[in-house]
């Protein structure tokens, strides 16, 4: 099934951490992976949760937000339509009164303080989950957030004491102490399949730390995502809102550089947004106006 899932990705081989990690995962160990972005944490992700599946099991995979959720599902239902024939893809992120009819799918997407409510109600199907995946464990230490994650990871523990727990974080700083309390392998590594640079954006200019300097004609973060083009950017910023606000400023500036087939496919993907959800929100409404 492994083979499978490389072909159907276009992977020709594992990174060293991916290969160390996938082949506790088929030996069905719990694992704690802590490796830098990119470097393929999630493909490890998959592959626990398509053998529960081929094991007649159940997987949930936990994502700290509920934006990612959909993007987890949608990329699971396409995984699991070309190489798990029949498998049942789901999303639990809104009221319980919503998710009762999750005990048909064979992979769970939700966020952890949904999780924690769907426990507290205590569906029979429970006991069936095999696999628990969960993305970002470093939440753990995050003093809102965290209780909730530990007392769900603790609880699906007490469930099925042999669940197999797959922890992912890019920066978990406690890595050693969080795989023992699971009873998990640590996977750690600093490899990086992208080399990053660090530099200062300043008045139209990137000087990089080796003193190299680039002009870009705009200002920060606009500067930077438009001399990409067309290769893809990742914006980090503080708070949702803010998020929302740079997407809208960076949606006008981007806008006029999209071919016709460019601009047809951003209107499947805003249909897709509006017609994947529960529920619609603000973040939804406002994401598929961009």
């Known amino acids: 099934m492994l ?17 160390e990690a996938v082949a506790l ?78 005990s048909k799918y064979d992979i769970i997407v939700s966020t952890s303080e949904r999780a924690d409510s769907l426990i507290r109600h205590n569906p029979s199907w429970l ?31 007490e469930i099925n004491p042999n669940i197999q727990i797959i922890g992912l974080s890019a920066t978990v700083s406690n890595s050693r102490e969080i795989a023992d309390w699971l009873d998990a392998k640590l996977v ?30 705009l200002d920060g973060v606009e500067g930077i995502a438009i001399d990409n083009l067309p290769e ?12 929302e606000a740079q997407a809208k400023k960076l949606s006008r500036m981007v806008g006029g550089k999209l071919d016709d087939t460019q601009k047809k496919e951003l209107e499947k993907f805003a249909e897709q947004i509006q017609k994947n959800a529960d529920e619609i929100t603000s973040v939804d409404s406002n994401l598929s106006k961009l």
């Open 25 to 102: 995962v088929e030996k069905g160990e719990s694992v704690l992976m802590s490796v830098p972005t990119a470097a393929g944490k999630t493909l490890v992700a998959y592959a626990a949760l398509i053998r529960a599946v081929k094991a007649k099991k159940k997987g949930i995979y936990l994502v700290p937000l509920r934006a990612l959720a959909w993007e987890k599902v949608n990329e699971l239902k396409d995984i699991c339509k070309n190489i798990l024939n029949g498998a049942k893809i789901g999303v639990s992120v809104g009221d319980y009164d919503k998710a009762r009819g999750l």
């Open 232 to 243: 893809q950017c990742l914006v980090f910023v503080g708070t949702r809102r803010s998020a």
């Open 188 to 217: 750690e590594s600093d490899f990086r399949p992208v080399p990053l640079r660090k530099g200062i954006s300043l008045e139209g200019t990137v000087e990089w730390e080796d003193g190299e300097k680039k002009y870009m004609g």
């Open 3 to 19: 083979s499978e899932l490389l072909d159907y990705l276009k992977i020709k081989e594992l990174y060293p951490p991916q290969k």
């Open 127 to 157: 006991s069936e989950v095999e696999c628990l995946v969960s993305d970002e464990i470093h939440l753990l230490n995050d003093s809102g957030r965290g209780p909730t994650l530990e007392i769900t990871l603790s609880k699906f523990r």
